[in-house]
């Protein structure tokens, strides 16, 4: 919707978005879940309800809402706050947070009303594990302010707490009610809690990312010793990597400590390498807040649990065989080296096979990629990258993948420098300014 303040949902019979008795637009994604409901209620069944809200384009079809938090903020909804103001300032936005939990309540409602047909005389909600969560923090802004995570740092696009941390609310049969925990977990511990807590069979010869959180649930949603993992031994820590995007950083935590490393640190006086918080202060099996608002920066007051930490991340990112951000050398601003990086003379095909030919500067060339795409031109461009081979010094050459219709060959030096050849222009123009496989 271009303009968010037309197009409302009416009364009229015709309105595909036909707003029901509490003034409440149709939501056929909500609709769709409570069918879901109704039509599997005689068997086991696993609903994975995805909702559009809350979510760009920050909106709302809902007049009547709108003008309630107009009211109650004080705004002018004509007018876009910039993202850099404070506070919980967006009407649009709470409006799609009050429509969100309507909706919820109206599936949460089919559960509690509807007849359990395996067991006569309970309800569906009485046999139903519930697990209501987000798949990052709130977005703050781009161009407007959406929503503050404050007092967390930053949010969506960050691997800060705003970003990292997320509601999660889970209930059903055997966990108790109105406990608050402090435990650290995480969406990967949903598929193996969810095996667990529904008797289902276990998959053999699988290593899964995530720990059965079930025992938690049960026992002592508290008690951050009842998550094991596969070896029984208690997880105490948990990485994220987000090397791209506004963020290039990857992070750890282990116990009430995180360690934040940042690539955006080379003449970057706002940004340090290192950054370590203690998040909460363990006594006994109990957390107790410290610094969840990664405040007080103790890298230079910790330096050997730094060093720690950062070793730990590294041993997780080798691991896993992560990729990282390489320096671009046409950056405008100043980068050490950056004038040292190498140069590709050429591309030619040979069969099934790309051979190159570079110019060392006075960096060595410690690494080559080729990017690849099966269908290049199509609505749906897909690019893969695979390792390419150093012959020489001078000369290295790739084995295309069967299918590949464009390519790319990267060059990454001893300083982190990344030239690509052909020169990868915008995403408009990628493809053209490609290698054309014959």
Not at 6 to 25: I, K, S, V
Not at 120 to 129: A, D, F, I, R, V
Not at 316 to 337: C, F, G, H, I, V
Request: with cysteine; glycine share 8%; charged share 25%.
């Amino acid at each position: 919707m271009k303009d968010r303040l037309t197009g409302f949902a009416t009364d009229a019979e015709d309105d595909r978005f036909r707003l029901d008795e509490n003034g409440f637009p149709f939501h056929e994604n909500n609709e769709n879940a409570m069918t879901f409901i109704r039509e599997n209620k005689d068997k086991p069944f696993f609903l994975y309800y995805c909702t559009w809200l809350v979510h760009g384009p920050i909106m709302t079809r809902c007049e009547s809402l709108l003008n309630k938090y107009v009211e109650k903020l004080g705004v002018d909804p004509t007018v876009k706050v910039g993202k850099e103001t404070p506070g919980q300032i967006n009407p649009f936005y709470c409006a799609m947070v009050e429509a969100l939990d309507y909706y919820m309540g109206q599936v949460f409602q089919t559960l509690e009303t509807t007849e359990d047909p395996r067991w006569p005389g309970h309800m569906l909600s009485e046999n139903t594990y519930i697990i209501f969560t987000s798949d990052n923090g709130g977005m703050e802004g781009s161009g407007e302010r959406y929503t503050d995570n404050a007092p967390l740092a930053r949010g969506k696009i960050s691997a800060m707490e705003g970003g990292t941390r997320v509601p999660l609310i889970i209930a059903g049969p055997g966990i108790a009610k109105g406990v608050q925990s402090d435990v650290m977990v995480n969406g990967l511990d949903f598929y193996p809690t969810i095996l667990s807590l529904s008797g289902a069979e276990k998959p053999e010869n699988k290593n899964l990312d995530g720990c059965d959180i079930s025992t938690l649930l049960l026992k002592d949603p508290t008690n951050p010793a009842l998550v094991k993992k596969a070896d029984d031994s208690i997880r105490d820590s948990m990485m994220w990597h987000f090397p791209h995007g506004g963020a290039m950083e990857s992070t750890i935590r282990i116990g009430d400590f995180k360690l934040i490393r940042n690539y955006d640190h080379v003449n970057n006086d706002n940004t340090p390498e290192l950054e370590l918080f203690q998040l909460y202060k363990t006594e006994g099996d109990k957390q107790v807040r410290v610094d969840i608002e990664e405040a007080n920066n103790l890298a230079a007051q910790m330096p050997e649990k730094t060093q720690l930490l950062n070793q730990k991340l590294t041993e997780a990112l080798t691991e896993m065989k992560a990729s990282y951000p390489s320096y671009n050398p046409d950056y405008k601003r100043e980068l050490p080296n950056k004038e040292n990086v190498p140069t590709i003379h050429s591309l030619k095909q040979n069969g099934n096979v790309v051979e190159f030919e570079f110019t060392e500067s006075k960096a060595n060339v410690t690494q080559a990629q080729l990017i690849y795409t099966l269908n290049g031109g199509q609505k749906y461009e897909e690019w893969f990258r695979a390792p390419a081979t150093l012959n020489s010094r001078s000369t290295g050459m790739a084995k295309l993948p069967e299918g590949t219709t464009h390519c790319y060959i990267n060059l990454i030096d001893e300083n982190n420098f990344l030239v690509s050849f052909p020169k990868a222009g915008a995403r408009k123009n990628r493809l053209s300014k490609s290698f054309k496989i014959k």
